[in-house]
């Protein structure tokens, strides 16, 4: 059972435009919620990260958007550049059950010139 | 730099043989995982530790087992790889406590 849903599943924004991949979760419990973004050939890398008692959170051009009684949560990203262009995912995680994340099933942004 | 590092990169067998994929870290995180991933997909947890001599299976049955005698060290194996075992394989390892995940270059396995 997917615990995370995440939409859409590709994105063309033009540079300079704002690229918006929105995610979705059900257990309340979950306590912590990453982006991690990934380039062909690499492993995802931690990109930017909320817990739940902040509704957002932005590092440069990358902004977290955090709704906790909707129990949403959006990546932001400002100003996107060609260098964005990668697959993102969403993931969330409750720190007290001693399981793993549970990842979104991916984004995946082209930014064109 | 990741210090987090998966060998080999890339690996082609044929059906039936044994491999084990290696990962090691240097971070001294107690938690590692690993997760299978068509390239650009989702990603399906196969197995995690939280620590030396513990192991537990994820979502994904694999037919792959996995051990963790040393902290940093958390090799997979797979018994018979078949063609299905196709894939790309990510190891990870945390501090947990929202720390996030610290994921290796992944080794890319073609079954033939």
């Known amino acids: 059972q997917q615990q995370v849903k995440q939409s859409p599943q590709s994105l063309i924004v033009q540079k300079g435009g704002i690229s918006i991949i929105n995610c979705a979760y059900e257990n309340t419990a979950f306590d912590y919620f990453p982006w991690y973004q990934q380039f062909p050939g690499k492993g995802p890398a931690l990109l930017i990260a909320i817990r739940p008692d902040v509704s957002e959170k932005k590092e440069g051009r990358f902004t977290i958007s955090f709704n906790k009684s909707a129990k949403q949560f959006s990546l932001h990203i400002m100003d996107s550049q060609p260098g964005d262009s990668a697959t993102y995912f969403c993931?969330?995680?409750?720190?007290?059950?001693?399981?793993?994340?549970?990842f979104g099933k991916g984004t995946s942004l082209l930014v064109t010139p | 730099e990741a210090d987090i590092y998966q060998t080999p990169r890339y690996l082609v067998i044929g059906t039936g043989k044994k491999i084990t994929l290696e990962c090691s870290q240097t971070?001294?995180?107690?938690?590692m995982y690993w997760y299978q991933q068509d390239p650009g997909m989702e990603l399906h947890l196969i197995h995690y530790s939280y620590g030396v001599n513990s192991t537990e299976k994820g979502d994904l049955s694999s037919e792959s087992t996995v051990s963790r005698i040393r902290t940093e060290h958390f090799p997979l194996t797979l018994e018979s790889a078949r063609p299905s075992h196709t894939s790309q394989y990510l190891c990870?390892?945390?501090?947990?406590?929202?720390?996030?995940?610290?994921f290796g270059s992944g080794t890319r396995l073609t079954v033939v």
């Open positions: 993931a969330a995680e409750n720190s007290n059950s001693g399981y793993a994340l549970n």
């Open positions: 971070m001294g995180h107690d938690k």
């Open positions: 990870a390892s945390t501090l947990g406590g929202n720390y996030g995940y610290t």
